[in-house]
């Protein structure tokens, strides 16, 4: 019984730390300038800001995040399938 309160307490650290460092990727700007067009992204891969010929684009950073939160999922899901057939083969059943 006491090993479930360490994995729910260590859990729940895990889950601060993975928090912290959300928020750190969602400070972190990467800022880059080729030909007329300025594209800004967070570390956290969320578009900040496009710019082209000097114009903000606003809804080409509302299509381009729309379209990274979808692709996210996506790899989340098919990444949650190829952990669980890898705990599956350890012996860690679900």
Same mark, same amino acid.
């Given at each position: ?6 994995s ?21 700007? !990467?800022?880059? @300038?080729?030909?007329? &067009? =300025? #594209?800004? $992204? ?9 710019? !082209?010929?000097? @114009?903000?684009?606003? &809804? =080409? #950073?509302? $299509? ?9 999922? !996506? ?5 949650q &399938? ?13």
């Amino acid at each position: 019984m006491l090993d479930k309160f360490k994995s729910v307490g260590q859990m729940a650290k895990l889950k601060g730390q993975y928090k912290r460092i959300e928020k750190s990727l969602k400070r972190h700007k !990467v800022t880059i @300038e080729e030909k007329n &067009v =300025l #594209v800004t $992204v967070s570390a956290g891969l969320e578009v900040d800001k496009i710019v !082209v010929n000097g @114009e903000l684009q606003p &809804v =080409l #950073v509302g $299509v381009l995040n729309k379209a990274i939160k979808k692709a996210q999922k !996506v790899a989340a899901k098919k990444s949650q &399938v190829v952990a669980k057939d890898l705990f599956k083969t350890m012996g860690a059943g679900f």
